[in-house]
């Protein structure tokens, strides 16, 4: 049974940094690409950045030059380090393999960016 645990998600001033944490179980975390998703309310889920198997990554424009994405495969985890953070990025930020598969979603983490 696959799951995706996310943490370290909180409440952020504008222009503070959040680290986001996913551990993966379940599946042979290095062989996929994995990505992280937010849903903010009221839109769709959209993805955020992903990172491949040898470490390559893509962003979203709205978050190019703010996030860092990266991964441990010894550890089955991914992560993914927020600076500058806006109050757009306000969200429940998921991971997930990329791409998606909607039975792996996890419960998320909520980023409230807010003074």
């Known amino acids: 049974q696959v799951q995706l645990v996310e943490s370290g998600g909180g409440l952020v001033q504008p222009g503070g940094s959040l680290r986001l944490s996913c551990r993966a179980s379940?599946?042979?975390?290095?062989?996929?690409?994995m990505g992280w998703y937010r849903q903010a309310p009221g839109k769709e889920r959209e993805l955020v950045a992903r990172i491949g198997t040898s470490g390559s990554t893509n962003y979203a424009n709205s978050v190019k030059g703010r996030f860092t994405i990266s991964r441990d495969n010894a550890k089955s985890t991914v992560y993914l380090q927020m600076n500058s953070l806006k109050p757009e990025d306000t969200a429940v930020y998921y991971c997930?393999?990329?791409?998606?598969?909607?039975?792996?979603w996890g419960k998320g983490t909520l980023v409230t960016v807010s003074s």
């Open positions: 997930n393999i990329f791409p998606y598969n909607n039975n792996f």
């Open positions: 379940g599946i042979i975390f290095s062989i996929f690409s």
